[in-house]
């Protein structure tokens, strides 16, 4: 089953901006961090963003352009790409990870493709 929907990729000229979102199931339970990693053509899959309680952490390459927010309502996770660069151009994937009386579990989105052209 799906168990996280993400949204909000597209293709976007350098500068603009892009809004992701990763809506997790409600049978996702006890979610302890909720983040975004990407993963370019012949790259790994490296972190974005990602956010805990209150603490957040960003990848270097997207400080000052990127903010990474959550609402535990709603159950979402959201990452603000303002001023994308090309090098930005990557599969989007959201990541999910839970712990309930020690048992911890980690959960991937389907990705959503982000391209930003010059």
């Known amino acids: 089953q799906v168990q996280l929907a993400e949204s909000g990729g597209g293709l976007v000229q350098a500068g603009g901006s892009l809004r992701l979102s990763c809506a997790a199931s409600?049978?996702?339970?006890?979610?302890?961090?909720m983040g975004w990693y990407r993963q370019a053509p012949g790259k790994q899959r490296e972190l974005v963003a990602a956010?805990?309680?209150?603490?957040?952490n960003y990848a270097d390459f997207v400080k000052g352009r990127f903010t990474i927010s959550r609402d535990n309502a709603k159950n979402t996770v959201y990452l603000q790409m303002n001023s994308l660069k090309p090098e930005d151009t990557a599969i989007y994937y959201c990541?999910?990870?839970?712990?309930?009386?020690?048992?911890?579990?980690?959960?991937w989105g389907q990705g959503t493709q982000v391209t930003v052209s010059s």
């Open positions: 956010i805990s309680g209150v603490r957040t």
């Open positions: 409600e049978s996702i339970d006890s979610i302890t961090s």
């Open positions: 990541h999910v990870v839970t712990e309930l009386q020690f048992r911890v579990g980690n959960y």
